[in-house]
T-cell receptor, first 114, second 113 residues
Framework: DQQVKQNSPSLSVQEGRISILNCDYT??????FLWYKKYPAEGPTFLIS???IKDKNEDGRFTVFLNKSAKHLSLHIVPSQPGDSAVYFC?????????????WGLGTSLAVNP | GAGVSQSPRYKVAKRGQDVALRCDPI?????LFWYQQALGQGPEFLTY????????KSGLPSDRFFAERPEGSVSTLKIQRTQQEDSAVYLC???????????FGDGTRLSIL
């Protein structure tokens, strides 16, 4: 069963507009969430994270929102740029056990059109 | 470079051969993770090291998979008697401490013929 779900396989937006990528999770033990960006033939690049004690974290053009009651998080990119075109992965981890292994969604492919 | 380095980038092997994949983490990073990513999927956890100690190997698919990090820095993932279903991208990640973001290498794409 998929504990982290990204229900939109793809998203297309116009340059300069907002991109909103969504992620849902089922495991209430998750307390740390991350977004990664991935270009073809490269490894995932860390973008931004949020702890479950917060509901918002902002870094430049990137903002992550966390709604714990809905088990939902979203990544906002404003303004979107053509260089943002990539696959975006949502990942989550819990403090259970002895490591912080990441559980991943399937990714959303973002295309930003000039 | 200062990032996570993996070698080789591409590996082609015949079914039944043994392979070894190397990971050089970011210097000073205590935590090291291996993930397997199949085409069109998200990465899946294989194993975790804290320094030289392998604290979690619950994600290793079978006893043909073996990982080590003997001196707490470089790690090697070994797959014995490879099978076609082992074909995937193998990603290595490191983090300074357990509760900090993981930083990934570019992976090794393994193809088993």
């Amino acid at each position: 069963d998929q504990q982290v779900k990204q229900n939109s396989p793809s998203l297309s937006v116009q340059e300069g507009r907002i991109s909103i990528l969504n992620c849902d999770y089922t495991n209430s033990m998750f307390d740390y969430f991350l977004w990664y960006k991935k270009y073809p033939a490269e490894g995932p690049t860390f973008l931004i994270s949020i702890s479950s004690i917060k509901d918002k974290n902002e870094d430049g053009r990137f903002t992550v929102f966390l709604n714990k009651s809905a088990k939902h998080l979203s990544l906002h990119i404003v303004p979107s740029q053509p260089g943002d075109s990539a696959v975006y992965f949502c990942a989550a981890s819990s403090n259970a056990g002895n490591n912080r292994k990441l559980i991943w969604g399937l990714g959303t492919s973002l295309a930003v059109n000039p | 470079g200062a990032g996570v380095s993996q070698s080789p980038r591409y590996k082609v092997a015949k079914r039944g051969q043994d392979v070894a994949l190397r990971c050089d983490p970011i210097s000073g990073h205590v935590s090291l993770f291996w993930y397997q990513q199949a085409l069109g999927q998200g990465p899946e956890f294989l194993t975790y090291f804290q320094n030289e100690a392998q604290l979690d190997k619950s994600g290793l698919p079978s006893d043909r998979f073996f990982a080590e990090r003997p001196e707490g820095s470089v790690s090697t993932l070994k797959i014995q008697r490879t099978q076609q279903e082992d074909s995937a991208v193998y990603l290595c990640a490191s983090s300074l401490l357990r509760n900090q973001p993981q930083h990934f290498g570019d992976g090794t794409r393994l193809s088993i013929l």
